[in-house]
């Protein structure tokens, strides 16, 4: 008989980073989860068409005003010029990129809006939308939204990480739209303590009720350790009953990028104030920079955050 259940916690993995242990419970609560996602929450990008609509009419007046400008230079220079002109190039292929596909939502609503305003044909007839995810099952559960289907001629998948798009040509992109996308990327919790930079480690348990309710004990922890979806599916849901304890240790500069950017940074934060530093961010700002072309529409991000330093200080935050 079990008299306390959460007297005994027992372990189910060894003390990480807290992103490590961010990325691996993302990777099972989507496995396990991911049909369910509105259950849980509900965002501007998966369930409203604001958001989609601003974004499809700031980039139709862009475009628009980009296009207009250079063929007010093109007049410029051609006017200046005595010899006959060459005949105008067709116009370029525009490509849309969106990180974080949700549930083609966003795409869907976005393109129809686009479209409708584009009266003229000058811009949706020429446009790439390319949904980016790193699982497959929600690329194709975005690509069978409803509205969607007459878009498909315009839409591409593309199955791969955000912080590293190897298969994407430098400077070959116009505009990326990535929403509410980084509070998913790993992110680590640090401070300043005597000098010295220190981060959150986990180590995760399950209490003693949840722990007596499966028999296989060793297969359930191979099996949470390894993400072995197929077989967690069989043992009793846990995700809600996990116990973190925490621990901070110096931060090991060698296996974290960005020092120089993380440290300048935490100068600006008072001592002992854990804040949140999304090395997963970082790395797709940086992979965006690479992929927009020159004179790209840009990048686009719509997540949870805050410009002021006075609410990273407040401890209690």
């Not at 997963?280 to 410009?307: H, P, W």
Request: hydrophobic share 40%; aromatic share 8%; glycine share 6%.
């Amino acid at each position: 008989m079990i008299t306390n259940p959460d007297a005994l916690p027992q372990l189910i993995g060894e003390f990480r980073p807290v992103d490590e242990w961010q990325m691996h419970i993302n990777q099972l609560f989507y496995g396990l989860r991911g049909s369910r996602l509105r259950d849980y929450y509900q965002t501007f990008a998966a369930a409203d068409y604001r958001l989609a609509h601003a974004l499809a009419a700031d980039y139709f007046a862009r475009v628009l005003e980009r296009e207009r400008k250079v063929k007010a230079e093109a007049k410029v220079k051609g006017g200046a010029q005595s010899e006959p002109q060459p005949q105008p190039r067709p116009q370029p292929v525009l490509t849309v990129m969106e990180w974080g596909c949700g549930n083609g939502n966003l795409a869907a609503c976005f393109l129809s809006h686009l479209k409708r305003m584009d009266t003229g044909g000058a811009i949706y007839p020429r446009l790439r939308y390319v949904l980016v995810d790193d699982r497959e099952a929600a690329l194709e559960s975005a690509r069978d939204h409803p509205d969607l289907a007459e878009h498909l001629p315009r839409v591409e998948t593309l199955c791969a990480t955000v912080t590293d798009l190897a298969s994407v040509k430098d400077a070959s992109v116009d505009r990326i739209l990535c929403n509410e996308l980084w509070n998913d990327l790993p992110t680590k919790l640090m401070l300043r303590k005597e000098g010295e930079v220190e981060e959150e480690y986990l180590r995760p348990n399950l209490g003693e009720s949840k722990h007596a309710a499966i028999s296989d004990w060793s297969s359930f922890v191979r099996a949470f350790d390894a993400k072995d979806l197929r077989a967690l599916v069989g043992f009793p849901p846990f995700l809600e009953d996990i116990i973190w304890e925490k621990d901070y240790r110096r931060a090991d500069w060698k296996a974290v990028p960005y020092r120089k950017t993380i440290t300048d940074f935490l100068k600006q934060i008072d001592e002992r104030v854990l804040v949140p530093v999304n090395l997963g961010a970082c790395a797709t700002v940086k992979e965006a920079r690479r992929i927009l072309a020159q004179d790209a529409v840009g990048f686009s991000s719509f997540d949870a955050g805050t410009v002021e330093l006075k609410v990273l200080n407040d401890p209690e935050k």
